[in-house]
Protein backbone atom coordinates (compact mmCIF):
# COMPACT_ATOMS: atom_id res chain seq x y z
CA UNK A 1 0.00 0.00 0.00
CA UNK A 2 1.52 3.25 -1.59
CA UNK A 3 -0.56 6.29 -0.33
CA UNK A 4 0.51 9.52 -1.16
CA UNK A 5 1.54 11.62 1.63
CA UNK A 6 2.78 15.20 0.03
CA UNK A 7 0.42 16.81 2.55
CA UNK A 8 3.77 17.84 3.56
CA UNK A 9 3.80 20.80 1.07
CA UNK A 10 0.69 22.45 3.21
CA UNK A 11 3.72 23.04 6.09
CA UNK A 12 5.21 26.06 3.92
CA UNK A 13 2.20 28.31 5.53
CA UNK A 14 2.92 31.58 5.53
CA UNK A 15 6.19 31.48 7.62
CA UNK A 16 6.21 35.33 8.38
CA UNK A 17 2.75 35.96 8.80
CA UNK A 18 2.20 38.25 11.81
CA UNK A 19 5.43 40.55 11.51
CA UNK A 20 4.37 43.75 12.86
CA UNK A 21 0.71 43.41 11.63
CA UNK A 22 1.02 42.66 15.75
CA UNK A 23 1.26 46.41 15.95
CA UNK A 24 -0.42 47.81 13.30
CA UNK A 25 -4.28 48.62 14.08
CA UNK A 26 -4.61 50.44 10.91
CA UNK A 27 -6.11 49.52 7.57
CA UNK A 28 -4.04 51.20 5.29
CA UNK A 29 -1.23 49.71 8.03
CA UNK A 30 -2.35 46.48 7.19
CA UNK A 31 -2.42 46.44 3.42
CA UNK A 32 0.84 47.80 3.33
CA UNK A 33 2.04 44.59 5.89
CA UNK A 34 0.12 42.30 4.10
CA UNK A 35 2.36 43.23 0.78
CA UNK A 36 5.60 42.78 2.59
CA UNK A 37 4.60 39.59 4.51
CA UNK A 38 4.11 38.16 1.03
CA UNK A 39 7.78 39.49 -0.39
CA UNK A 40 8.77 37.47 3.24
CA UNK A 41 7.21 34.62 1.96
CA UNK A 42 8.70 34.84 -1.52
CA UNK A 43 11.95 35.45 0.09
CA UNK A 44 12.38 32.53 2.19
CA UNK A 45 10.71 29.98 -0.58
CA UNK A 46 13.69 31.38 -2.74
CA UNK A 47 15.86 30.61 0.15
CA UNK A 48 14.51 26.55 0.44
CA UNK A 49 15.05 26.12 -3.06
CA UNK A 50 19.06 26.08 -1.75
CA UNK A 51 18.29 23.24 0.65
CA UNK A 52 18.01 19.72 0.34
CA UNK A 53 15.98 17.90 3.58
CA UNK A 54 15.14 14.72 4.83
CA UNK A 55 10.86 14.50 5.66
CA UNK A 56 9.66 11.54 7.26
CA UNK A 57 5.74 10.99 7.15
CA UNK A 58 3.94 8.31 9.03
CA UNK A 59 0.21 7.76 8.59
CA UNK A 60 -1.90 6.27 11.56
CA UNK A 61 -5.23 4.32 11.34
CA UNK A 62 -7.06 3.55 14.57
CA UNK A 63 -3.81 3.88 16.01
CA UNK A 64 -2.07 1.62 14.08
CA UNK A 65 0.78 2.57 11.54
CA UNK A 66 -0.37 1.74 8.13
CA UNK A 67 2.72 3.98 6.14
CA UNK A 68 6.48 5.37 7.38
CA UNK A 69 7.63 7.30 4.24
CA UNK A 70 10.97 8.45 4.60
CA UNK A 71 12.31 10.53 1.41
CA UNK A 72 15.16 13.09 0.39
CA UNK A 73 13.39 16.19 -0.66
CA UNK A 74 14.78 19.19 -2.69
CA UNK A 75 13.50 21.15 -5.92
CA UNK A 76 14.27 20.09 -9.03
CA UNK A 77 15.52 22.67 -12.00
CA UNK A 78 12.20 23.77 -12.57
CA UNK A 79 10.74 25.29 -9.15
CA UNK A 80 9.11 21.63 -8.33
CA UNK A 81 9.98 19.33 -5.54
CA UNK A 82 11.43 16.49 -6.12
CA UNK A 83 11.28 13.29 -3.64
CA UNK A 84 13.62 10.47 -3.78
CA UNK A 85 12.04 7.46 -1.55
CA UNK A 86 14.81 6.65 0.92
CA UNK A 87 12.32 4.19 2.76
CA UNK A 88 8.91 2.65 2.63
CA UNK A 89 7.47 0.26 5.02
CA UNK A 90 3.89 -0.06 4.38
CA UNK A 91 1.46 -2.24 6.26
CA UNK A 92 1.47 -5.42 4.79
CA UNK A 93 -1.66 -6.32 2.99
CA UNK A 94 -3.84 -9.54 4.12
CA UNK A 95 -3.97 -12.90 2.87
CA UNK A 96 -6.35 -13.85 0.50
CA UNK A 97 -7.53 -12.16 -3.16
CA UNK A 98 -11.41 -10.81 -1.34
CA UNK A 99 -9.42 -9.68 1.81
CA UNK A 100 -6.45 -8.34 -0.73
CA UNK A 101 -8.89 -6.49 -3.25
CA UNK A 102 -11.03 -5.02 0.35
CA UNK A 103 -7.24 -3.46 1.59
CA UNK A 104 -6.14 -1.96 -1.56
CA UNK A 105 -9.57 -0.67 -2.42
CA UNK A 106 -9.69 0.81 1.27
CA UNK A 107 -6.18 2.29 0.76
CA UNK A 108 -7.66 3.72 -2.60
CA UNK A 109 -10.35 5.56 -0.64
CA UNK A 110 -7.59 6.74 2.02
CA UNK A 111 -5.52 8.44 -0.38
CA UNK A 112 -8.24 10.31 -2.06
CA UNK A 113 -9.21 10.97 1.45
CA UNK A 114 -6.00 12.62 1.88
CA UNK A 115 -5.63 14.50 -1.42
CA UNK A 116 -8.72 16.22 -0.82
CA UNK A 117 -7.94 16.88 2.88
CA UNK A 118 -4.78 18.38 1.72
CA UNK A 119 -6.41 20.68 -1.03
CA UNK A 120 -8.43 22.49 2.21
CA UNK A 121 -5.59 23.03 3.91
CA UNK A 122 -3.82 24.40 1.48
CA UNK A 123 -6.25 27.32 1.48
CA UNK A 124 -4.91 28.35 4.94
CA UNK A 125 -1.97 29.30 3.16
CA UNK A 126 -3.35 32.51 2.28
CA UNK A 127 -1.34 32.49 -0.94
CA UNK A 128 -2.09 36.10 -1.47
CA UNK A 129 -1.84 38.86 -0.41
CA UNK A 130 -5.12 39.86 -0.03
CA UNK A 131 -6.00 36.73 1.58
CA UNK A 132 -3.23 37.42 4.28
CA UNK A 133 -5.10 41.22 4.67
CA UNK A 134 -8.41 39.78 5.62
CA UNK A 135 -7.09 37.70 8.04
CA UNK A 136 -5.12 40.52 9.78
CA UNK A 137 -7.90 42.49 9.70
CA UNK A 138 -10.31 40.26 11.30
CA UNK A 139 -7.91 38.22 13.52
CA UNK A 140 -7.27 39.37 17.18
CA UNK A 141 -3.76 39.57 18.98
CA UNK A 142 -2.84 38.77 22.63
CA UNK A 143 0.63 38.45 24.37
CA UNK A 144 3.73 37.97 24.77
CA UNK A 145 2.87 34.81 26.91
CA UNK A 146 5.42 33.82 29.24
CA UNK A 147 7.33 32.03 26.04
CA UNK A 148 7.60 35.61 24.26
CA UNK A 149 5.48 34.35 21.88
CA UNK A 150 2.62 36.53 20.40
CA UNK A 151 -0.76 34.91 19.21
CA UNK A 152 -3.05 35.66 16.36
CA UNK A 153 -6.42 34.24 15.73
CA UNK A 154 -9.09 34.32 13.47
CA UNK A 155 -12.40 32.42 12.71
CA UNK A 156 -14.07 31.84 9.78
CA UNK A 157 -10.85 32.18 7.81
CA UNK A 158 -11.64 29.60 5.06
CA UNK A 159 -14.96 28.24 6.14
CA UNK A 160 -17.58 29.05 8.40
CA UNK A 161 -17.08 28.01 11.99
CA UNK A 162 -13.07 27.53 11.46
CA UNK A 163 -10.13 28.78 13.14
CA UNK A 164 -6.67 29.74 12.12
CA UNK A 165 -4.21 30.36 15.32
CA UNK A 166 -0.45 31.95 14.92
CA UNK A 167 2.22 32.28 17.76
CA UNK A 168 5.19 34.58 16.79
CA UNK A 169 8.34 34.83 18.08
CA UNK A 170 8.19 38.68 19.79
CA UNK A 171 12.13 38.98 19.28
CA UNK A 172 12.11 37.53 16.00
CA UNK A 173 8.62 37.96 14.26
CA UNK A 174 9.42 34.36 13.05
CA UNK A 175 6.45 31.94 13.22
CA UNK A 176 6.61 29.74 15.09
CA UNK A 177 3.68 27.63 15.52
CA UNK A 178 -0.10 27.34 13.44
CA UNK A 179 -3.14 25.78 14.36
CA UNK A 180 -5.80 25.63 12.39
CA UNK A 181 -9.15 23.61 13.27
CA UNK A 182 -11.94 23.09 10.73
CA UNK A 183 -14.24 20.40 8.56
CA UNK A 184 -13.49 18.23 5.89
CA UNK A 185 -16.49 16.19 4.46
CA UNK A 186 -17.92 16.24 7.72
CA UNK A 187 -15.34 15.59 10.01
CA UNK A 188 -13.81 17.86 12.61
CA UNK A 189 -9.63 18.19 11.18
CA UNK A 190 -6.99 19.29 13.53
CA UNK A 191 -3.66 20.70 12.21
CA UNK A 192 -0.26 21.83 13.81
CA UNK A 193 2.57 22.66 12.51
CA UNK A 194 5.80 24.05 14.45
CA UNK A 195 8.50 25.52 12.56
CA UNK A 196 12.08 26.22 13.20
CA UNK A 197 14.77 28.91 11.93
CA UNK A 198 18.34 28.10 10.50
CA UNK A 199 21.59 30.60 11.20
CA UNK A 200 20.84 31.37 7.46
CA UNK A 201 17.75 32.61 8.33
CA UNK A 202 15.76 29.91 6.04
CA UNK A 203 12.20 29.33 8.31
CA UNK A 204 11.37 25.83 7.73
CA UNK A 205 7.81 23.38 8.81
CA UNK A 206 9.81 21.03 11.36
CA UNK A 207 6.76 19.10 12.26
CA UNK A 208 3.45 18.46 11.67
CA UNK A 209 0.17 16.48 12.33
CA UNK A 210 -3.19 16.14 11.13
CA UNK A 211 -6.05 14.49 13.09
CA UNK A 212 -9.28 13.53 11.78
CA UNK A 213 -11.07 12.10 15.07
CA UNK A 214 -13.84 10.43 13.32
CA UNK A 215 -11.78 8.45 11.35
CA UNK A 216 -9.49 7.79 14.19
CA UNK A 217 -6.20 8.84 11.61
CA UNK A 218 -3.42 10.96 12.43
CA UNK A 219 -0.64 11.99 9.92
CA UNK A 220 2.73 13.17 10.94
CA UNK A 221 5.13 14.92 8.97
CA UNK A 222 8.91 15.17 10.42
CA UNK A 223 11.36 17.76 8.40
CA UNK A 224 14.97 17.31 9.45
CA UNK A 225 18.53 17.44 8.49
CA UNK A 226 18.23 20.73 6.14
CA UNK A 227 21.78 20.99 4.09
CA UNK A 228 22.60 23.81 1.90
CA UNK A 229 23.21 22.72 -1.84
CA UNK A 230 26.96 23.42 -3.17
Known amino acids: MKIILAIVTVCLIAVSLPHTA ?3 GALAGNANMAVQITEARKANAALMRQYTWNSR ?3 LEQGQVKDIRLELVNYGPDGQLQRTLVNDQAAPLPRGFLRKHMAEDAAKKTEQYISGLR ?4 QYTLPSAGKVLDFMNQATTSGPDA ?6 MGRNVVAP ?5 VWT ?3 TRQTRKIVVETVFQSDTV ?4 TFKTLSSGLTYMAYAE ?7 MTLQVQNFDYNRNN
Do not use: H, R, Y
Open 190 to 193: DFTA
Open 169 to 171: DAA
Open 147 to 152: GGLFIM
Open 161 to 165: GDSLS
Open 119 to 122: GLLE
Open 210 to 216: VNVPAKQ
Open 57 to 59: TEL
Open 22 to 24: LSQ
